[in-house]
């Protein structure tokens, strides 16, 4: 089982000292992957967040989400094993042009180690201050996931779709991953597993319950097989309480990876939490 | 006078070993900033002339890897303590300034306060077309984002309403480390970046070196602060040159406080004596 850390870049992640700290320990201690998140403004006011019960953002409105791919870079400059990965970029309100620039610059940083999670939000307000049609949001999606490999694969590249059309343009670097970066479909919801089946390297429900995940891993199947695509080959990841009993629940289900949050936000703290997964988690599962 | 190292991010830099090699050499050698340069994409078979060169084309042809200008300066903060990290430019009218306000603002906590935000226009407008962008508006749109940024790395909540953006109130965090706001320095040498440094630019940084036509464009700059009622003296001056102590000091009479000279070597070794040869005879003596 893969070990993962979510939340890697937000609140007192922001900071350079503790964000380092977590990247350098967590990759010591055995960890796959750090997992950044993303909202790049909070309107005032918003739609209610939906993964809580009472609406609001964890860390409340003026929390710090820093950009999800500069920390990634950072991150890049002091390890070598450890997977950079986001989690999720709201694809649809950026330009594929810019992401897989981006993207291809940070695989290359990093020897090959990104990988891109994408959501297609939810924070209608969001899309308003980007000037993005919220309504459009599923089809962009679709798009830019279908332009960025092939941004990644094809010079020149040429991509003609309903939101997104290019011609014959170069962007290079390409990634240092043969064949692109893989591309991990984040959320929950029915279309979010059908998007995975249809076109995800992976597939990443932000749940733990196991019974819930199963319900969806089957509809990502469905969608999959009815594409014509290998369901085995699309990789699984879930969120589970840090416990080895709660890992091999989810991984009953087929879960490869799981994630977990941030252990800690002091740095003692935080290197012990990481040192206690590892002896208890990473070592058993 | 400053010292900076400009195309730190394209050709052979954009592979990280020499890109940290560079970095790691130039601070320790007393190079004051590291300059990233952009293009998104070239669209293949381009007609809009490249402004720097004669032939109106981009060095290193078409397929030249040309990395995005902020993670490479991320990378770096994490290697380095205390050179500066700036675009030398970033087309700003292509990119949303929410997203723009986001990255500076990372990087410049994840860099303790050490980046410069270069700006320009553009003036491929096949790029802007890839995009989906109207090039004859991208000097309205440069404007706008330029305060749009303002707003967003300053104010809680923050709020913008332009032509081109518009937004607010919403919030946006982390702000920059550095109180007011990251610099931004105004690219480009056409009496239309002089008029927007004179504005707008905490900065104006021509990237030529002939010191007569350096001498119109800041009295253009001169004139337009003025006009805004601006201390045009506050407007930190740079251009491009070679590693020369004579060039140097004509730049110095002309009110310019930093040149910022090409990469002085395309490998490790050559880069390692070109910045010693760069920190002994010039940085030593300017």
Redesign the interface.
């Known amino acids: 089982m893969k070990i993962g850390i979510l939340f890697a870049n937000s609140g007192p992640l ?3 000292e503790l ?2 700290q977590l990247a350098r320990e967590a990759e010591e201690f055995g960890f796959e992957s750090i997992w950044t998140v993303e909202h ?5 006011p918003h739609m209610p967040y939906p993964g809580s019960k009472d609406g609001q953002m964890p860390g409340g ?7 999800p ?3 990634l ?6 390890t070598t094993k450890i997977k950079l990965a986001t989690g999720i970029v709201i694809l649809p309100q ?2 594929p ?2 992401l897989a ?2 993207l ?3 695989d ?4 090959g180690r990104m990988i891109l999670g994408i959501g297609s939000g939810w924070m209608k ?1 969001e899309f ?4 993005v049609d919220y309504h459009a949001r599923g089809v962009r999606t679709d798009e830019a996931i279908a332009a960025l490999r092939a941004l990644w694969t094809e ?2 590249t040429t991509y003609h779709g309903q939101q ?10 390409k990634p240092v991953q043969p064949g692109g970066i893989p591309i991990h479909v984040g959320g929950h919801s029915p279309a979010a597993a059908r998007r995975a089946g249809r076109f995800g390297d992976g597939f990443f429900p932000t749940i733990a319950k196991p019974d819930q995940l199963k319900e969806i891993f089957a509809l990502m199947r469905a969608a999959a097989v009815k594409a014509g695509r290998k369901a085995d080959a699309i990789e699984l990841s879930a969120m589970a309480a840090p416990r080895l009993d709660a890992v091999k629940a989810v991984q009953d289900v087929g879960v490869t990876r799981v994630m977990f949050g941030p252990p800690a936000s002091s740095p003692e703290k935080l290197r012990a939490g990481l040192e206690k997964i590892a002896n208890e988690i990473i070592a058993k599962a | 006078m400053k010292v900076g190292l400009m195309f730190v991010n394209s050709g052979p830099f ?3 070993e020499l ?2 090699h560079l970095a790691v050499s130039a601070e320790q050698c007393g190079v004051e900033s590291l300059w990233t340069v952009e293009h ?6 381009y007609q809009s002339p490249y402004p720097y060169a004669k032939d109106g084309k981009i060095p290193g042809g ?7 200008p ?3 300066l ?6 380095t303590t205390k050179v500066k990290l700036a675009t030398g430019v970033m087309i700003l009218p292509q ?2 300034p ?2 723009v306000a ?2 500076m ?3 410049d ?4 306060g050490r980046t410069i935000l270069g700006i320009g226009s553009g003036w491929l407008k096949e790029e802007f077309d ?3 962008l109207d090039f004859h508006v991208r000097g309205a749109r440069t404007d706008e984002a330029i305060k749009a940024l303002r707003a ?1 790395w300053n104010d ?2 923050s709020s913008f309403h332009g032509k081109h ?10 702000k920059p480390a550095q109180k007011g706001g990251i610099p931004v320095v105004i690219g480009g040498h056409s009496p239309a970046a002089a008029r927007r440094a004179g504005r707008l630019g905490d900065g104006f940084f021509p990237a030529i070196a002939d010191a007569a036509k350096l001498k119109e464009l800041f009295g253009i700059m001169r004139d337009e602060a003025h006009k805004h009622g601006r201390n045009a003296d506050a407007i930190e001056l740079s251009c491009m040159g070679r590693a020369n102590l004579d060039t140097i000091k004509a730049f110095a009479d002309l009110g310019i406080t930093r040149v910022v000279v090409p990469p002085p070597g395309f490998d490790k070794e050559k880069l390692t004596r070109g910045l010693e040869k760069l920190a002994n005879e010039i940085i030593a003596k300017v």
């Open positions: 922001s900071r350079p964000f380092g790049v403004v909070v309107p005032q409105d003026e929390v710090a989400i820093p950009d791919l500069i920390p870079a950072y991150a890049a400059a002091i950026r330009h042009l810019y620039k981006q291809a610059t940070l290359l940083l990093s020897h307000e308003e201050a980007v000037g010079n020149p997104f059309h290019f011609h014959d343009v170069k962007s290079l670097p | 954009s592979q990280p890109l940290a998104v994409v070239i669209p293949q078979g078409e397929d030249v890897a040309i990395p995005d902020l993670l490479p991320s990378y770096v903060a994490a290697l990119r949303n929410l997203y986001k990255e603002a990372t990087l906590l994840l860099s303790h890839a995009l989906g967003v809680n909540p953006f518009n937004f607010g109130p919403l919030m946006s965090f982390p």
